[in-house]
């Protein structure tokens, strides 16, 4: 592709400011990228997380501090399909066996913790709860830009190709869109909202605590 005096190579990824761009426009390969050196950042400190000397409040600081922004940086844009999410699940519940086993008053036996449990002593908000609220704030942003602004022009653009033959891609307003559903407010004018920035919080923080399976 050439613009100008410029030519620029066609290439299937880029990385570019710490994110994967694909020319599939999937966020499938990005997650993955993310999920190696968020698990090299777990390993690096699972001494401390398995240590009896730190409380797990301390173990949840680190977790949060020092493994979820590895995790998380840029998640405000990600469009996730619940295959995505489930990953990113998987791997904070790796994070979290470090709850320890739970013994079996009955047979004295020791068993590992279900996932429910494992949220139940966690009692923050999930990774994907995380992401959604980040989505949700970044969204704000972007709505109360205005015209003059390229990211605004960006959300509300029409591309004039034609698009290509198959079921559509989840956009990202799609993901904005479905986690309003979860408050019940799917329905609305979702840039309209943004122009209340009291009641946008509102539902931020309902999307944040939401407690779901």
């Avoid at 190579?9 to 990228?33: D, F, P, R, W």
């Avoid at 609220?133 to 960006?154: F, I, K, T």
Wanted: proline fraction near 4%; aromatic fraction near 8%; charge should be positive.
């Amino acid at each position: 592709m050439r613009i100008d005096n410029s030519t620029f190579k066609t290439v299937e990824e880029i990385k570019y400011l710490g994110t994967t761009l694909t020319n599939q426009i999937s966020i499938a390969e990005e997650i993955k990228s993310r999920l190696r050196p968020g698990s090299a950042c777990y390993h690096s400190v699972q001494n401390l997380l398995s240590s009896r000397l730190l409380s797990r409040n301390i173990k949840m600081k680190i977790y949060r501090t020092i493994i979820l922004p590895v995790l998380l940086f840029g998640c405000e844009t990600w469009s996730l399909k619940l295959r995505e999410e489930r990953k990113l699940r998987v791997f904070e519940n790796m994070v979290l066996r470090i709850f320890g086993p739970r013994r079996v008053e009955a047979t004295g036996e020791w068993r590992r913790l279900h996932n429910e449990e494992l949220n139940d002593l966690y009692s923050l908000p999930n990774i994907v709860r995380v992401i959604k609220s980040r989505r949700m704030r970044w969204a704000q942003n972007v709505a109360r830009m205005g015209e003059e602004r390229g990211v605004y022009r960006v959300l509300l653009g029409k591309p004039e190709r034609k698009r290509p033959m198959g079921r559509p891609r989840q956009r990202w307003v799609d993901n904005i869109r479905m986690d309003l559903q979860e408050v019940e407010c799917g329905y609305m004018d979702w840039i309209g909202l943004t122009q209340d920035r009291d009641r946008w919080r509102t539902l931020v923080s309902a999307i944040m605590n939401l407690r779901v399976p």
